[in-house]
């Protein structure tokens, strides 16, 4: 199937399939027999189990040498009749790297199996994000567009609609006017997709810290004249995960999560005297996520944090029409007054949501009366989709 330029639009710099080409594409499938499709990666066993639990079946897009997770170990296996028994995978695209997705020869197999293709960071990360916009032409559930704003530094990212929709983030710093605790936001030299994040309190604290950590690798100078630097905000971090439906023009907190990240962990696990003891080649904490853990706010903070979420989805349909369509998570810290401040924006699924996968979180339990997870949330909004006729209002 081949995209003709009439299919893409223009908006600013870059090239965006349009809305309507999607739809042509949904109008090909058999609504009776879709799949959840995503990257084998980042959330996808959330998002797959909630396919599972709302009676899609699923396909993973896997590479190998990282597939056995998504092959072997949560493979469905269902009865005769084609109820689930065990696990949550039904069906593999076995590929040598991720980005080859993007291959017409494999859009072709997912549009074939009629995929509805669940963006995660490692759809974007690994696949690029031009590719994404200009050539992946299979349905996305979710803000095509919206994507691009998790670009950090790119004109229209995420900050900078922060700012527009007149949300609190921790001010911006330049080196030489560090004068406080900052963070120093850049990716890592090696680690694919992962962070090579580091605080300093001083211009010279920075400075000393760079060297060490280009020196090691962690960091290089590419990475580090593009970093941000930004006010560290003392206080507990909670993801918010949301979940906005174009449907019922609702705002759903469906959970909070945060993250265990090395070796930042193992740190702040270990008494004063032993961290001091510690060598130059582990005195800085990398913050490499790990894993993830539950939380819940005290109820004072929840009209807070709705705020949040509604100032971000008005901003999100003003500058971003036609703005986000399912979940999205907003990352904060709490600051000692009680005052949220965003760090970061995930417009699609988050990082942490496996882990409320099948048991649900408090929050989108009690608002669903079942256990109710993102990922189960998201194929629920296709089945209200499919029952009202409103498929195409949440794909792009």
Known sequence: MEIEWTDV???GCFSLIDRSRIREILNEYELGDLRIGMIASHSALDTADGAVEEHFRTL???QEGREKPYVKYFRANRDKKGRIITGMIDEVLMLKRFSEVIEEENQEFLRS???LFVPNR??????GIDAVEDQFAVPLIGSRNLLRSEERGDKRDYYWLLEKAGLPFPEQIEPEEIDELVM???PHAVKTLERGFFTAASYEQYCQKADLLLKQGVIDQDGLDLARIERYVIGPVFNLDFFYSPISQRIELIGIDWRFETSLDGH???PAPQQMALKERQINPEYTVCGHNSATLRESLLEKAFELAE???DATKEYYAPGIIGPFCLQTCVDKDLNFYIYDVAPR??????VHMAVGHPYGNALWRTNMSTGRRLAREVGIALENDVLEEIVT
């Open 9 to 11: 639009i223009i908006l």
């Open 60 to 62: 993973a897009v896997c």
């Open 113 to 115: 199996k009629n995929v």
């Open 122 to 127: 490692s759809f974007t990360s690994y696949c």
């Open 184 to 186: 120093v936001k850049l």
């Open 268 to 270: 702040v696990r270990l």
């Open 311 to 313: 100032k971000y989805v």
């Open 349 to 354: 699924v988050g990082g942490g949501t496996n």
